[in-house]
């Protein structure tokens, strides 16, 4: 990290300023290994490989750390020749491409598929995760000069109040304990009038009937990386089957997700990379220790009970999303004085 980025940074404790009180590596002005010491309260956070650690870097979330460090290419555009990432992230915030002189706030960033399409904005990214995940995206984004990634927890983020734009969290609600909990963790960080982004797994009777359901409460204690492997496994034995089943009009997709192989061939993956999204989104479905999907009335409560404003939920890319406006902060703050 720079130590310009210092003013994005709030003790998650008590939200005193940092100072950079340990440099142990730096490079020009990158700092890769220090540490940070809250000035009020005395807390201190390790700067480890460029990435500010507020969270064990080992969490409930390694088995995500796991499969974005395997699959750290994967889903970016530049890899598929797709435009998939670039199409679900404009189309989902409805955000302009040119972003200049904004600050956006990226909560869960996985691999950073999204932190790269974000950045083409000309906006500063400042992009966290629980997970390792954070070292794959500084891998992937951290060369560009308005990135900025953190590892840290949804419920208690390290930034200051009210600073950022736009903030949109894909991906990630629903593998928190407690998703409402964690979606209105997010709303205290962007400015009065800014822009909130965020999608969840959809609730419906279908979801009673997807096996990784069943599946997962023995497959989510099994060591990330032994369950990786034994994920390839299957799906290399289950392929064959697969393509097969694929040939089956209307219906043939929705039997391999099933038979738990991810199957995007809806979205132009052909061959290898078909296969590789396969071991991907079919780890995905086994490995994470939280999955609760959300029915769409209960998304529309969370934007509801938040005050915002300009709200559109509806059924999306990745089940349910939702976009608001943030609205009304001064009021709220003036009613607890």
């Not at 709200?311 to 976009?323: A, C, L």
Request: glycine share 8%; net charge positive; charged share 25%.
């Amino acid at each position: 990290m720079k130590s310009e980025y210092l003013v994005y940074l709030v003790c998650p404790k008590c939200e005193g300023g940092f100072e950079i009180s340990k440099i142990y590596d730096i490079n020009n002005d990158e700092i890769r290994s220090g540490l940070l010491l809250c000035s009020r309260c005395g807390a201190s956070y390790e700067i480890i490989r460029s990435i500010p650690r507020f969270v064990p870097i080992e969490n409930y979330a390694s088995g995500f750390g796991l499969e974005w460090t395997k699959h750290k290419k994967t889903q970016y555009d530049t890899y598929t020749g797709l435009k998939l990432s670039e199409q679900r992230f404009f189309e989902e915030t409805k955000w302009d491409r040119n972003l200049q002189g904004e600050s956006i706030l990226e909560v869960g960033s996985g691999a950073g598929r999204f932190t790269e399409q974000a950045a083409k904005t000309g906006a500063f990214i400042v992009s966290m995760d629980y997970s390792y995940s954070v070292d794959t995206n500084y891998e992937m984004n951290g060369h560009n000069g308005n990135v900025f990634i953190v590892q840290a927890d949804i419920y208690s983020m390290p930034f200051k109040k009210a600073l950022f734009d736009k903030l949109f969290c894909m991906g990630v609600l629903q593998h928190t304990p407690d998703p409402c909990k964690a979606f209105m963790s997010l709303l205290p960080y962007v400015k009065d009038g800014g822009s909130l982004v965020i999608d969840v797994y959809k609730k419906t009777i279908s979801v009673y009937l997807a096996g990784k359901y069943y599946v997962r409460p023995l497959t989510r204690n099994i060591d990330p990386e032994k369950l990786y492997k034994l994920t390839k496994r299957y799906v290399d034995f289950m392929w064959p089957i697969c393509s097969q089943i694929r040939r089956i009009p209307k219906v043939g997709r929705m039997i391999n997700w099933a038979l738990l192989v991810a199957d995007y061939s809806n979205r132009g993956l052909k061959g290898q990379l078909l296969k590789e999204w396969a071991y991907l989104d079919t780890f995905d479905m086994l490995s994470p220790h939280y999955d609760y999907p959300q029915s769409i009335r209960a998304v529309k409560k969370w934007f509801q009970k938040a005050g915002l404003a300009d709200v559109e939920v509806k059924y999306g890319y990745n089940g349910i999303e939702g976009r608001g406006r943030v609205v009304r902060r001064k009021a709220s703050l003036s009613s607890q004085e």
